[in-house]
């Protein structure tokens, strides 16, 4: 008997991706047309070919840019996986203090991204905020708004707090999903919570720690209005990220063709990185 698969259902879901394919095709089509042509108004076009991508790529103020966005990211992502996953660890797997840890955890996820900067903008105030006084009263010379170091600081101490709970979370979830009987197998054979570790939950857990590791990636990579509210991109370009200095083309000085050619190359870099990630993570899985 030969079974006949229904795809019927694929209709209910087409709308979705007409709705999707217009909200981004839009966009991208108007960012492409604008990369290549030079306005001067009036809704009038020049063809300008590649001049907006080499004006980029050779700039330095890109490549500053882009270096102070990849050592942001990396050190965010160096810092929150792994503390993500100690505190997963750490949290219990059954009892009422289950669902009091977990909503703890996702609390930080639940305020909106400017309210973060907000908050952290007063408490990071060398005067008057409770952490600045804090440091400052240690003999720390401490003002996130002078001095790059302590912008900074205040910076990736801001996104750790904000967004390790995500990390805790997936990889809470890849704990609790894995069988009793693989704990129950290392308990017979007298193993080690460093071996229990090491070759039955971080195996597990390679696939939710991808995940992990591509959504803290990419949205650290795309930072922009935590880090607006916070230092708006000083003291001087200090903390000044490609997001930033994109809106800075685009808005402060509506430099459209290298605003829009900028955004092509910021969207190719977290594409190819994202794809980098990706492969190094899965390599070896289906051998």
Not at 165 to 177: D, H, Q, R, T, W
């Amino acid at each position: 008997m030969t079974k006949v698969q229904n795809n019927r259902a694929w209709f209910f879901v087409l709308p979705v991706f007409a709705l999707v394919a217009f909200n981004a095709l839009i966009p991208l089509m108007t960012v492409v047309n604008y990369s290549i042509q030079e306005t001067f108004g009036n809704n009038e076009f020049f063809w300008a070919g590649s001049r907006w991508f080499e004006d980029i790529l050779r700039s330095e103020r890109f490549h500053a840019a882009l270096l102070r966005q990849i050592v942001f990211t990396g050190i965010v992502l160096l810092i929150q996986v792994p503390l993500g996953l100690g505190i997963a660890l750490c949290m219990p797997k059954k009892g009422p203090w289950v669902s009091v840890c977990l909503v703890l955890m996702s609390l930080p996820l639940l305020i909106p991204w400017n309210v973060v900067g907000s908050m952290w903008n007063i408490m990071a105030l060398p005067d008057i905020g409770l952490l600045g006084k804090a440091i400052n009263s240690l003999g720390i010379n401490y003002n996130y708004t002078r001095q790059p170091f302590s912008a900074w600081f205040t910076l990736i101490l801001m996104d750790v707090w904000h967004w390790t709970s995500l990390v805790v979370l997936l990889c809470y979830a890849g704990l609790v999903s894995i069988p009793d009987a693989y704990y129950q197998a290392a308990k017979i054979d007298g193993a080690r919570p460093w071996a229990v570790f090491r070759y039955i939950q971080l195996p597990k857990l390679k696939h939710v720690l991808t995940i992990a590791i591509l959504l803290r990636f990419m949205d650290s990579f795309m930072i922009y209005t935590e880090v607006v509210v916070l230092t708006g991109g000083g003291p001087g370009n200090a903390t000044t990220f490609l997001s930033i200095d994109l809106v800075k083309y685009a808005l402060g000085q509506f430099d459209l063709g290298h605003a829009a050619a900028m955004s092509i190359i910021y969207f190719l870099i977290i594409l190819f990185l994202s794809w980098l990630f990706y492969t190094l993570m899965m390599k070896n899985e289906n051998t």
